[in-house]
Nanobody, 124 residues
Framework: QVQLVESGGRLVQAGGSLRLSCAAS????????MGWFRRAPGKEREFVAS????????IYGDSVRGRFTISVDNAKNTVYLQMNSLKPEDTAVYYC?????????????????WGQGTQVTVSS
């Protein structure tokens, strides 16, 4: 059974940095695409970043490009989201997701597995 467990969310001041982790288990993810999404209060779930576990190719949402970096550690079966220059509008619950489709995707319903989320709060 696939499990995705996020960690690393906390309260941080604007301009600060955080690194979120997503520990993946339950199968071999080498052919999977992994994604990070977020949901702010009262808003729809928003695409943040996606990475191909096999190729390392990445795509980013417009609001985070240049500030956030997604990466994978194959040995640890873990996906990371490094978040720099954080803004109050980055406040949200951040979710890790996985899909067996082999292309990078910004689309929520193309992801098969989801974690429970981790709260990131950025104070001004």
């Amino acid at each position: 059974q696939v499990q995705l467990v996020e960690s690393g969310g906390r309260l941080v001041q604007a301009g600060g940095s955080l690194r979120l982790s997503c520990a993946a288990s339950g199968r071999t993810f080498s052919s999977y695409v992994m994604g990070w999404f977020r949901r702010a209060p009262g808003k729809e779930r928003e695409f943040v970043a996606s990475i191909s576990w096999s190729s390392g190719m990445t795509i980013y949402g417009d609001s985070v490009r240049g500030r956030f970096t997604i990466s994978v550690d194959n040995a640890k079966n873990t996906v990371y989201l490094q978040m720099n220059s954080l803004k109050p509008e980055d406040t949200a619950v951040y979710y890790c997701a996985a899909t067996s489709r082999r292309w990078l995707s910004r689309v929520t319903n193309e992801y098969d597995y989801w974690g429970q989320g981790t709260q990131v709060t950025v104070s001004s």
